[in-house]
């Protein structure tokens, strides 16, 4: 299907300057490289509805993300169903939905999941549609434009057999098998009541997702607490810029393995990022991350560095 970028971008902006105008305006680029690189373990699916009446651009339009695991084969995410804001109360919403159950139902998909901000037109069409809260999550923000601490970057303390390792993209080769290890750390994340299973990971899922990322033409920012005695990754967090101009970065993970947690790494490992941040994306203005409800360690963490609450999200899932 041949998707007019610029008129799927429209649609987005359009709707996020009606929907959210306080926070940073989304980004043509971003919105490209998503349609371009499918997710990783993913098949994308793009749906388009023709602005009415003969004129130019689309009156909605949705992404679908197919999982292709085993693990998941019956899963599937609602990446996008974004309607304009000049054509709401039209059936357009209704329409691409129709069209997606078609495909799920094609696919032989039992269960479908998006994220949602609460309280707004998003989770009422999702609840109207059938779909339940299956993980309650609040996004939270941290301004990074106050100054650095004195000192300059490394003096963030650590514990005694501890040290930092940073990177951009690519995971390199002497971290490679420990951070794929890290990664399964986040089996035992709040999952909720989603269906959708943990994937392992391996030294080739952790390069492969952050060639997606880069292949989108976003950045990727790393730092790992390395433990001195076998050099193991002890603790990592992610940042991800959309595009190098982004002023918004997206965390992706915070990960402390369990063996050793309760040792102050989780908050080390975000201040050294902030540290990284500042030297690498002086551009970046805040982080914006999710958390759920219950994921009380990691609350303290963003309430001690920070971070305010921005709004109430979740994961909606319908279970078809």
């Known amino acids: 299907m041949e998707i007019d970028t610029d008129a799927w971008f429209a649609v987005v902006a359009a709707a996020h300057a009606h929907d959210r105008p306080s926070s940073p305006a989304p980004e043509r680029a971003a919105e490209a490289g998503r349609l371009r690189i499918p997710s990783l373990h993913s098949r994308a699916v793009p749906f388009t509805l023709p602005a009415p009446g003969g004129a130019t651009g689309y009156a909605g339009v949705a992404l679908l993300r197919l999982f292709d695991t085993e693990e998941n084969a019956g899963n599937a995410s609602l990446d996008t169903l974004t309607v304009h804001p000049d054509q709401r109360g039209r059936g357009v919403g209704r329409a691409l939905w129709a069209e997606v159950r078609t495909v799920l139902a094609a696919e032989g998909r039992t269960s479908v999941s998006a994220l949602v901000e609460q309280g707004g037109a998003g989770e009422k069409f999702a609840l109207a549609h059938g779909a339940e809260c299956a993980l309650p999550l609040v996004a939270y923000v ?12 490394g003096n963030v303390p650590l514990p005694d057999g501890y040290r930092f390792a940073s990177w951009s993209g690519v995971v390199p080769d002497e971290h490679a098998a420990a951070h794929a290890r890290a990664h399964d750390a986040m089996e035992d994340a709040p999952t909720g009541d989603r269906d959708e299973q943990h994937d392992p990971w391996d030294v080739e899922r952790v390069r492969a997702a952050a060639r997606v990322v880069l292949d989108r033409g976003g950045v990727l920012l790393t730092v790992a607490v390395i433990a001195e005695a076998d050099g193991a990754v002890a603790g990592y967090t992610e940042l991800v810029l959309p595009t190098p101009e982004t002023v918004r970065a997206v965390q992706y993970d915070t990960v402390v393995v369990p063996r050793h947690r309760g040792r102050g790494l989780g908050r080390a490992v975000k201040l050294r990022m902030l540290e990284y941040l500042r030297a690498q994306q002086p551009g970046v203005q805040e982080i914006m991350t999710t958390v759920a409800d219950e994921n009380t360690p ?14 109430g999200v979740g994961i909606y899932q319908l279970r078809l």
Request: glycine residues 12%.
């Open 142 to 153: 941290q301004d990074v434009t106050a100054p650095a601490a004195p000192g300059g970057p």
């Open 298 to 311: 990691m609350r303290a963490v963003n309430a001690a560095l920070g971070y305010r609450a921005e709004s």
